[in-house]
C-alpha cells in the first residue's frame, strides 16, 4: 500500500531545522522531496542533517546565478509543494516569493516559515533560534511567571520543531482542500506564531478567579533513589493506591496523599508525607521503582539521559530510535516516524543525499506535467474541514489538542466528556475551545448507545485512553471499524502501541523522563522539567497531522484507518540534534539550570536593565565589534569572546538600546521575555489572534493562546470558547436521533448536560 502522500513532489528550499523539519515529516509519509542546496551544501552543518535530510534527493543551484534560478522556476512550476523559511522578503527578490508562485501555478501549496511573521515589527530580525525562543518565553526562570535571575536556556529546538510541525498539518490540510477543488494555497507559520502552540495553558488567565497552581499534587516530582538516579513518579492515575500497597505503604491514601486542599491546609502533614516519600525511594534503585510502579498500573520513569535512551528496549522495539547508515557519519540513531498510519504505512524513504547527488535525475524530470488547476489562491472559501465530524474522546492535553486542531481546521468536534472526571479549568478553557461538548457515561447502556449513534454519524474518533482500553470497553479501532469501516481512528498515547511498554501509562513528565529532556535539563543536579508541556502539545499536532493525512487518503480512496501518536515518538523528535549526535559524537550541548546559551554568540547576556539574547554567526563578529565598540573581536573566541561581550553589554547600555543597535546592523537580539502574562497582554500578538479574550461558560473572562497557522484560502480559527460541559447535550441527541428518548436518557443518569464546572 502507498503511503499517504505518495505522487506528492516538494520542493525544499529551508535551511537550518524549521523548513527541512517540515519537510522530512512529508518524505517520511510518501513524498517526493527535492532538497535545492546551496553551493557549498547546507547552511548548517550538524550531524542533526542526517535525520532532517533524510528521504529527499538534492540538486545544488545558485539563486544569485540567472541559469540556476530559471531552474529553481521550472521545478516550482512542476510541484504540488513548495516550503522555504527565509526571512520575509528574501523569496520575493528572487522572483520566487508566495505571491508570485502561486499567481503562475494557482495548483501550488506554497508554505513560508520565518521567524516572525512578514507583517509584525520584527519581520526584519534575524531570528535565530535562541532569539525567538526568547522572545516567546522559553528561557524565562520559573515555571508560571517572573522569577529573578538569569535565564534559563534550553537547547531543545522547539521554536523551529512546533513551526515545522504545524507546518506539516496545514500543507496536508491544504493538499485536501485542493484535492476537493483543485486549487493551492499561500500559508505562512511564523516561528515565534508557532511557540503560542506550546505556551498553552501556561497562557490561560481566568479573570475572576485564581487557578489553582498545576503542581501535579500528592507525590507528583522527581526522587533519587537508592542508586543515586532519579526517577519521574506520578500519582495522578486510579492506579495510585495499587501502586503504594505494592510499595508498602497503602496506608498513606487514607494519610492524605492524593488530598490536595488536605495537604494546602495541613503543612506539616505534607512535610512529612514528602520526608517519608523522599526515604521509601531511597530503599530501591531507580530501575526497580520503574518496574516496581509499572507493573501496578502507575506512572513512573527513570530521568535517563538521551544516550541511554537511544538504546532501550522500548525506543528501539517500538521505532522510536532507528538505526540507519548515513552516508556522512556512518551508523547513527534517529528519531523514527512520530506519526504511523496502519493502511498507509509511513517509511523512510532513504539515506540523506549528498549536495547534488541527484542532480542528473531532477534535470532530467523538469519536464515533470503540471497539476491542473483553476481558480484563485486568494479567495477564502469554507473551511479545510468543513463537513467532517470528530468524536473527541479524550482527557488532559494531548488528545484535546488534536481535536481542538482539527476544529481550527473547521471540523465539527464533539467532546465526549466523562460524569465523574470533570476537567482542570486551566486545561479546559484552552484545549476544549471550537468543540461541542456532551457528557455520557460510558459505562452505562444509555452512554454506549449514544456513542454508537454517533459513531454513526462521525468521520474521526480521538481518543488516548491506555493500549487496549478502548477494545475492553467495547469501542476499540476493530470494533468501530467493523460497524463503520472508513472511519479515521486516532489513538494517542505516552510510549505507543507497541513494544515493551506500550501498555504503560503517562504524561507529560513521564516523556520527558524516559527520553532525556528532564536529565539534560536538570543538568548534574535534579532532573527538571521543561518550560512548557511541549510533548503533550506536540503529540496533539501530530495527531492532526495524522488525521489529515488519513482523510486525505480516505477523499482518494474512501478508505479510513488507524493513527498512532505518542509522547515519546514525539519527546524524541524535538531532541532530534542530540539523538543523532550522541550516536556518533557528542556535541556537549548545554545542560543544566545554570546554561544561558551555546556559545558567546548565541546566548543571553545582561543589559543595566535585564537581559536579552544575542543570535549572531561567524560572519557577523566584524560588525559585532563594531557595535560594541570592541577592537579586536575577530581574533577572540571562546571564554575570552564570551567575557569581553558580557563586561561591554553589562558597562553600559539597556536591553532596548542593545537589541535596536545590535538588528540595525543585521545580527540578531530580542529581550528575553520572562513574565507569560506580558507575552499574553502584548498589543501585536492580541490583535493576531494568538491571544484571545474571551467570557467562557462557567468561568467568566478568560484569556487563552490561538492558533497560529495562516492560510490564505481556507484561515484557521479559535471557534467559540470551551463550551460548558454538556451544555449541547440536547442538540447533540437530536442530531444524532435520540431526541425522543432524550428525558429518559438523561433520568437514567448515562447521559447528562449543563455540568457547571
Keep these: 500500500m502507498a503511503s499517504a502522500l505518495a505522487g506528492i513532489r516538494v520542493i525544499d528550499f529551508g535551511q537550518y531545522i524549521a523548513g527541512p523539519l517540515a519537510a522530512q515529516l512529508l518524505a517520511d509519509q510518501g513524498a517526493e522531496v527535492i532538497r535545492i542546496d546551496p553551493p557549498g551544501g547546507p547552511r548548517w552543518d550538524h ?25 529553481a522556476r521550472t521545478l516550482v512550476a512542476g510541484a504540488d509543494v513548495v516550503i522555504e523559511n527565509f526571512r520575509p522578503g528574501v523569496m520575493d527578490r528572487l522572483g520566487l516569493g508566495a505571491v508570485a508562485m502561486t499567481a503562475s501555478h494557482p495548483h501550488l501549496v506554497y508554505c513560508s516559515l520565518p521567524g516572525f511573521a512578514d507583517d509584525d515589527p520584527r519581520s526584519g530580525v534575524a531570528a535565530w533560534e535562541g532569539v525567538v525562543s526568547a522572545a516567546g518565553g522559553l528561557y524565562r526562570r520559573g515555571r508560571t511567571s517572573e522569577v529573578a535571575g538569569a535565564p534559563v536556556y534550553s537547547a531543545v529546538p522547539l521554536a523551529s520543531s512546533y513551526a515545522a510541525i504545524q507546518a506539516a498539518v496545514a500543507i496536508t490540510m491544504a493538499l485536501g482542500v485542493r484535492e476537493r477543488d483543485g486549487v493551492g494555497q499561500r500559508i505562512q507559520v511564523p516561528l515565534f506564531d508557532a511557540m503560542f502552540g506550546a505556551v498553552g495553558y501556561n497562557g490561560l488567565r481566568v479573570h475572576t478567579a485564581a487557578l489553582p497552581v498545576l503542581d501535579g499534587g500528592g507525590l507528583t516530582t522527581q526522587f533519587e533513589c ?16 495499587q501502586v503504594l500497597e ?19 491546609k495541613e503543612p506539616e502533614l505534607a512535610k512529612d508525607l514528602n520526608a517519608r516519600a523522599k526515604a521509601l525511594f531511597k530503599t530501591r534503585n531507580a530501575a526497580e521503582w520503574e518496574a516496581l510502579v509499572s507493573d501496578a498500573g502507575g506512572e513512573c520513569a527513570v530521568c535517563r539521559p538521551t544516550a541511554e535512551w537511544l538504546s532501550h528496549e522500548h525506543a528501539l522495539g517500538s521505532g522510536t530510535i532507528v538505526e540507519m547508515n548515513d552516508p556522512v557519519l556512518g551508523k547513527t540513531k534517529q528519531p523514527g516516524i512520530p506519526v504511523r498510519m496502519s493502511l498507509t504505512p509511513p517509511a523512510v524513504q532513504g539515506l540523506r543525499p549528498k549536495p547534488d547527488a541527484d542532480r542528473a535525475a531532477i534535470l532530467a524530470s523538469l519536464g515533470r506535467p503540471k497539476p491542473v488547476a483553476s ?9 479545510a474541514l468543513d463537513g467532517v465530524r470528530v468524536l473527541d474522546l479524550c482527557i488532559v492535553l494531548a488528545g484535546p489538542t488534536c481535536g481542538r486542531t482539527l476544529a481550527e481546521y473547521g471540523a465539527d468536534v464533539i467532546k465526549i466528556e466523562a460524569p465523574d472526571r470533570p476537567p482542570t479549568p486551566a486545561f479546559h478553557g484552552d484545549v476544549n475551545r471550537a468543540k461541542r461538548s456532551i457528557v455520557l457515561d460510558l459505562k452505562t447502556p444509555e452512554g454506549l448507545e449514544t456513542l454508537w449513534a454517533l459513531i454513526d454519524t462521525a468521520d474521526v474518533v480521538v481518543q488516548n485512553f491506555r493500549k487496549d482500553t478502548a477494545t475492553r470497553l467495547g469501542f476499540g479501532y476493530e470494533q468501530v471499524r467493523a460497524r463503520k469501516p472508513d472511519i479515521i481512528y486516532a489513538s494517542l498515547n505516552t510510549y505507543g502501541h507497541v513494544g515493551p511498554y506500550a501498555g504503560r501509562p503517562g504524561h507529560e513528565q513521564i516523556a520527558q523522563a524516559a527520553t532525556g529532556m ?8 535534579q532532573p527538571q522539567l521543561q518550560r512548557y508541556a511541549v510533548n503533550d502539545y506536540g503529540t496533539g499536532y501530530l495527531g492532526a497531522l495524522g488525521v489529515a493525512l488519513a482523510l486525505l487518503h480516505r477523499q482518494k480512496t474512501g478508505e479510513g484507518q488507524q493513527v498512532d501518536a505518542a509522547l515519546a515518538y514525539t519527546s524524541t523528535l524535538l531532541q532530534t540534534p542530540f539523538v543523532v549526535a550522541e550516536s556518533t559524537t557528542p556535541l556537549g550541548e548545554p545542560r543544566g539550570q545554570d546554561a544561558i546559551g551555546s556559545g558567546p554568540l548565541h546566548r543571553a547576556y545582561e543589559a543595566s536593565d535585564g537581559w536579552f539574547f544575542l543570535g549572531a554567526r561567524q560572519s557577523d563578529r566584524h560588525a559585532l565589534g563594531g557595535v560594541m565598540g570592541l577592537d579586536g573581536v575577530d581574533s577572540l573566541s571562546g571564554a575570552v569572546l564570551e567575557v569581553a561581550l558580557a563586561e561591554r553589554i553589562a558597562a553600559g547600555g539597556t536591553i532596548d538600546e542593545w537589541v535596536s543597535r545590535l538588528c540595525a546592523a543585521g545580527i540578531g537580539a530580542h529581550a528575553v521575555v520572562n513574565d507569560t502574562r506580558v507575552l499574553m497582554d502584548d498589543a501585536w500578538v492580541q490583535a493576531h489572534g494568538l491571544s484571545i479574550t474571551r467570557e467562557h461558560p462557567g468561568l467568566g473572562l478568560v484569556t487563552t493562546t490561538g492558533p497560529a497557522p495562516r492560510l490564505s484560502r481556507t484561515p484557521v480559527t479559535a471557534g467559540n470558547p470551551a463550551p460548558a460541559l454538556g451544555q449541547d447535550t ?3 441527541l437530536h442530531e444524532a436521533g435520540l431526541e425522543p428518548r432524550a428525558d429518559a436518557m438523561l433520568a437514567a443518569g448515562g447521559v447528562k448536560e449543563a455540568v457547571l464546572r
Design 226 to 241: 537508592k542508586d543515586g538516579r532519579w526517577v519521574m513518579f506520578h500519582t495522578g492515575n486510579t492506579r495510585t493506591q
Design 730 to 732: 440536547r442538540a447533540i
Design 518 to 525: 528532564q536529565e539534560r535539563f536538570g543538568g548534574d543536579a
Design 375 to 383: 481558480g484563485s489562491t486568494d479567495a477564502t472559501l469554507r473551511a
Design 47 to 71: 550531524p542533526a542533517n542526517a535525520a532532517y535530510l533524510r528521504g529527499k534527493r538534492s540538486i545544488v543551484l545558485d539563486l544569485k546565478n540567472e541559469a540556476d534560478l530559471s531552474t
Design 246 to 264: 505494592a510499595a508498602g505503604v497503602g496506608e498513606w491514601i487514607a494519610m492524605g496523599l492524593t488530598d490536595r486542599a488536605r495537604l494546602t
